[in-house]
């Protein structure tokens, strides 16, 4: 039997132990943002480091950060293959609203073809699927194809500073032909797609501050600075109905996608539209009504606010006029901008749209270049030769709205093209609750990292 057969067949046959052990670290709450699951994300840790060195990595370690740690193994067997390096992250994002949830969170459940568990589909399952391709590797075979380096991280949902620091500290450790991320999704479960762009990322939190405290409605209202409103209205004067962010700079410097990109947004043979409707469950679309969807995901810049903060919500009514507000708001770029030098931009805007009358405070927490690759070269190539074997399909090119800060640095740093093959689905709810990842996207992405790497061989 030829060994590309049998390492399927090795893949089908243990498909069980494969969830099992998916089900397992799922348990695992690695949430990063939340200083209260700081010693779960080092067990998550320690437990992708153990399932490493049990497939027979010599060299698995976590490496303490500033933050949590990080997660390398290398194996480098062949002195004349490339080396491709691999790329997860096993932190998750929080859970809440929690009611909306079917199942616990953190108690993984097996419904209708799909594991329901929070960092199911962002990015276990993902990180899991391309370890199983490389067991099978190593079990038929008795060898890696090429030569492998994996680099797992436990920040990315809270900014990914660390692994940032320790990439551009460690360019030599880390040096590598190619690169694999699999933590996006494809189209739809039978069109593959690879990913060629992502959005870069300004996380930002706007403070407002009125009078010197909380005032009495009736005796100030009329007279009195009222933050929330000036928050409401600043952000409406940032962003308008029609969805254009007014910031002057950056709509000035928005790149134009190629003929062929801007066709098919604008023919929407994927009838994405109607799928964007049914997943958020609107009548809708808002925003930039004159570019097609997909071009409003992928390519335009937006401007998104995420909590608003300040004055009375409690049960009943309290006539108050609040001293502060505060409001989280974010933007996503295009690949070019430096998100950094965007806020400036922001800032500058902020002050020019704030009414007379308050003091304001804009503050960046995080920011984390887009990224654009020509997917004409040889590991995406590979890349879309494996998934059209195993789904039958030949897969499209999408650029994605979501940022994942590191692949722009690879970029830049490693000078290696970064293959983006997600193997997600659109309604898989990440970041939401009941995210869940398809169990026959476990088996396909399974074969198809494991056809992909044997393809990588000279
Ligand atoms: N897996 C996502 C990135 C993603 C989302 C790719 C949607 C494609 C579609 C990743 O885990 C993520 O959520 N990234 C954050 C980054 C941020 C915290 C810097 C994001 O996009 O919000
Ligand atoms: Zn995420």
């Known amino acids: 039997m030829a060994t590309a057969m049998k390492r399927n067949n090795y893949i089908d046959e243990n498909q069980n132990r494969f969830i099992e052990q998916l089900l397992e670290w799922l348990a695992i709450p690695s949430i990063s943002t939340l200083s209260e699951h700081k010693s779960d994300v080092g067990k998550a840790a320690d ?25 390398y193994a290398e194996w480098l ?22 009611d909306e949830w079917k199942s616990p969170p953190f108690q993984p459940t097996i419904r209708d073809g799909n594991i329901f568990c929070r960092g199911a589909s962002d990015d276990k399952a993902q990180i899991m699927l391309v370890l199983a391709a490389i067991e099978a590797w190593v079990k ?32 030599d450790q880390l040096c590598t032909d190619g690169v694999l991320i ?16 992502l959005r870069g990322v300004l996380y930002t939190e706007i403070a407002l501050t009125g009078a010197k405290t909380d005032l009495h409605s009736g005796s100030y209202g009329g007279v009195a600075p009222n933050p929330i409103h000036a928050l409401c209205l600043l952000i409406s004067r940032l962003k308008g109905e029609d969805g254009v962010i007014q910031i002057p700079e950056l709509a000035a410097a928005i790149p134009t996608p190629s003929a062929a990109e801007k066709l ?13 409707r049914s997943e958020m469950g609107v009548e809708e679309l808002v925003g930039e009504k004159e570019y097609p969807p997909l071009e409003r995901i992928g390519l335009r810049p937006t401007l998104e606010v995420h909590g608003i903060r300040g004055g009375f919500t409690a049960e009943g009514a309290k006539t108050v006029i609040p001293a502060a507000a505060m409001a989280k708001v974010s933007l996503r770029l295009p690949a070019d ?5 965007v806020f400036g931009w922001l800032e500058k805007a902020v002050h020019q749209n704030i009414p007379a009358g308050y003091s304001v405070q804009v503050t960046n927490l995080h920011a984390g270049k887009g990224f654009y690759i020509n997917p004409d070269n040889r590991y ?20 994605e709205g ?12 490693l000078k290696a093209p970064v293959v983006l093959m997600g193997f997600g689905l659109p309604d898989d709810t990440i970041h939401a609750p009941n995210e869940k990842f398809s169990l026959q996207q476990f088996h396909k992405g399974m074969k198809t990292v494991a056809d992909f790497l044997g393809r990588l061989k000279n």
Not at 51 to 66: C, D, N
Not at 161 to 168: D, G, L, M, Q, T
Not at 264 to 276: I, K
Not at 380 to 397: C, D, H, M, Q, S
């Open 140 to 171: 038929i075979d008795g060898a890696l194809p090429i030569n492998i380096k994996i680099l797992l991280e436990g920040e990315e949902e809270a900014g990914g500073a660390s692994i940032a620091k320790y990439v551009e500290e460690h360019p």
């Open 182 to 197: 699999c933590d996006t999704h494809m189209v739809h479960h039978e069109q593959p797609s690879l990913v060629t762009g």
């Open 77 to 98: 067997p062949h002195k004349n293959q490339p080396t491709l390096l691999i790329y997860g992250h096993y932190d998750v994002q929080p859970v809440d609203p929690i």
């Open 380 to 399: 995406i190539r590979a890349a879309a030769e494996a998934l059209e074997l195993v789904y039958g399909k030949t897969p499209v090119f999408m650029r």
């Open 264 to 276: 098919f947004w604008q023919e929407d043979s994927l009838h994405v539209e109607e799928a964007l």
């Open 47 to 71: 437990w992708v480091r153990q399932r490493l060195a049990a497939i027979g990595f010599p060299e698995a370690k976590t490496i303490t950060t500033e933050g949590h740690p990080l997660v």
């Open 337 to 341: 901008f430096d998100p950094n030098e």
């Open 402 to 413: 979501g940022s994942i800060p590191i692949a722009s640095l690879f970029d830049e740093t």
